[in-house]
């Protein structure tokens, strides 16, 4: 897709690689509901927040952006990077090494707004990780995305996505493709963002909290309409329920203090508690 000054855009030939290989096998076996393209800006640097439900969802993500000819950069772990044909193409398409719990974390930061400064589009998946939510609704944000946003005040366009987790999904037993029924990949890109209340405030903490939470609001507004749903009135916050968590454990263990513990039980088979758990403190 040409930019708005008619000049095709230049993509490379390890993103056309992985979309001969890739784009054949994911139109053949999945329908697909595309919206909000016209959402996507035609020129300069842009960032996306983006919903995480399921291990495929970045193929249909990364689908939908490949098709609007504003191919994403991706914030990766690592060891992605390392070796191999899988690392020389997440080299070769230009994704962003997160370096976790080192001080190189702050070098993918630095990564990001360099590349939307050259123009390009850097897509975050604001939870981290796959969400935890039983209904699988967005949980509560990390505040990367709000710092690169403030550091660039570069348009931020929500998107919402549905239907890989149905495929492929998350925390199942086991992780194979449920391909029958055909299901459909729906994403759905809203409006840029306006955060220019918090352009020439100081971002501390709170301030990074509250742009998160903007564009955790704006994610989930999408996903509600996607869905035809309300979304629930409270988020999903790894750290409270593991929190929740560690005082049940110690409820039981000391029948005195069960009176006033939360009894919040989990559907069984979709999120382990022990899973949630680890992934709660380790990003605690």
């Known amino acids: 897709?040409?930019?708005?000054?008619?000049?095709?855009?230049?993509?490379?030939?390890?993103?056309?690689?992985?979309?001969?290989?890739?784009?054949?096998?994911?139109?053949?076996?999945?329908?697909?509901?595309?919206?909000?393209?016209?959402?996507?800006?035609?020129?300069g640097g842009f960032?996306?927040?983006?919903?995480?439900?399921?291990?495929?969802?970045?193929?249909s993500y990364a689908h939908f952006?490949?098709?609007?000819?504003?191919?994403?950069?991706?914030?990766?772990?690592?060891?992605?990077?390392?070796?191999?044909?899988?690392?020389?193409?997440?080299?070769g398409t230009g994704q962003i090494p997160v370096y976790r719990e080192s001080a190189d974390a702050v070098g993918a930061f630095r990564a990001?707004?360099?590349?939307?400064e050259k123009g390009e589009c850097v897509a975050f998946?604001?939870?981290?990780?796959?969400?935890?939510?039983?209904?699988?609704?967005?949980?509560?944000?990390?505040?990367?995305?709000?710092?690169?946003?403030?550091?660039?005040?570069?348009?931020?366009?929500p998107?919402?996505?549905?239907?890989?987790?149905?495929?492929?999904?998350?925390?199942?037993?086991?992780?194979?493709?449920?391909?029958?029924?055909?299901?459909?990949f729906i994403v759905q890109a809203g409006p840029p963002l306006d955060l220019s209340a918090y352009y020439d405030r100081e971002p501390t903490a709170e301030v990074l909290r509250e742009v998160t939470d903007v564009m955790m609001d704006a994610v989930t507004e999408q996903l509600a309409v996607v869905r035809g749903e309300p979304a629930p009135a409270e988020r999903y916050d790894m750290r409270?329920?593991?929190?929740?968590?560690?005082?049940?454990?110690?409820a039981r263990e000391n029948p005195a203090r069960r009176r006033g513990v939360d009894e919040q039980h989990e559907p069984a088979g979709q999120t382990p508690a022990a899973a949630e758990a680890a992934e709660g403190e380790k990003n605690a």
């Open 112 to 116: 990001a707004v360099e590349a939307i």
């Open 159 to 184: 998107v919402a996505q549905w239907g890989a987790n149905l495929a492929m999904p998350p925390y199942a037993k086991e992780k194979k493709l449920r391909l029958f029924p055909r299901k459909t």
């Open 125 to 157: 998946y604001p939870e981290g990780t796959l969400t935890r939510d039983p209904q699988m609704w967005p949980m509560t944000g990390k505040t990367g995305a709000a710092r690169v946003a403030l550091l660039t005040r570069a348009p931020v366009i």
């Open 1 to 43: 897709m040409p930019g708005s000054d008619g000049k095709r855009r230049k993509i490379g030939f390890w993103y056309r690689f992985a979309a001969f290989l890739l784009k054949p096998p994911l139109i053949l076996l999945f329908k697909r509901d595309w919206r909000g393209m016209e959402h996507i800006p035609q020129d």
């Open 65 to 91: 952006q490949y098709n609007t000819g504003r191919v994403p950069r991706f914030l990766a772990k690592v060891g992605l990077f390392k070796g191999g044909f899988v690392g020389a193409a997440m080299r």
């Open 47 to 59: 960032i996306t927040v983006v919903n995480h439900n399921s291990y495929l969802d970045p193929l």
């Open 240 to 250: 409270k329920a593991a929190v929740r968590r560690r005082e049940q454990r110690a």
